[in-house]
């Protein structure tokens, strides 16, 4: 799916959402499923000044790690067709998609200009802590997720503030797992505010 914004214009901003795993296969209408952003977009209670780039994942793949070099290419062919600003593309997820995020964005760090991983896992590795050390990153997990510890980004994001300062992660105190995509919604965080904000 592409989100086009009312009043779309060159050189807007691109934001990239990987859903989570009930989205994978080969039918589109799984991703509006799901309590998260394409759905949000879809029934209107969201209306971001940038384009949203919705890839689906083959039901035959274990993660998004599985296809970056054609999220990638996909990314350019968008930003291209659509003349959209290269120096504004954020990234976001749930779940499998959050933790797509946080792989994406340490295989691609120069590519992006903020990513926000939501109940995603990360492992704390010197490698990624010096790969994602100039990257905006916004982490989001529920403090009840008993699916994908929230430990695991609280812990990277203290390592990774040594040399980012410009890392955060909230943690939503009454949220298990599939309740962490509300954060979208929440227009006093403005998380899809902060994305399309960061320039590369």
């Not at 592409?2 to 009930?22: C, K, R, W």
């Not at 080969?26 to 509006?32: E, K």
């Not at 779940?95 to 992006?112: C, L, N």
């Amino acid at each position: 799916w592409l989100y086009t914004p009312e009043n779309a214009s060159e050189q807007m901003p691109l934001v990239v959402y990987l859903h989570g795993g009930s989205g994978k296969g080969s039918d589109l209408s799984l991703l509006l499923q799901a309590d998260s952003l394409p759905k949000f977009l879809q029934n209107g209670q969201l209306a971001p000044a940038a384009y949203v780039l919705m890839p689906q994942l083959p039901a035959n793949c274990t993660g998004w790690s599985d296809k970056a070099a054609l999220l990638q290419a996909l990314i350019d062919f968008v930003v291209q067709q659509y003349a959209l600003d290269a120096d504004r593309v954020s990234l976001t997820g749930h779940s499998m998609g959050g933790t797509g995020t946080w792989a994406i964005a340490q295989g691609y760090p120069e590519r992006f200009s903020a990513a926000a991983p939501l109940s995603g896992s990360i492992a704390g590795t010197p490698e990624a802590l010096r790969r994602l050390k100039d990257l905006p990153i916004w982490a989001v997990v529920g403090a009840k997720d008993t699916i994908v510890p929230p430990e695991s980004s609280r812990r990277f994001i203290d390592a990774l503030s040594c040399t980012n300062p410009d890392c955060r992660c909230t943690v939503l105190p009454d949220a298990d797992h599939f309740a962490v995509p509300a954060v979208y919604l929440n227009e006093k965080l403005d998380l899809l505010g902060w994305l399309t904000a960061q320039k590369r």
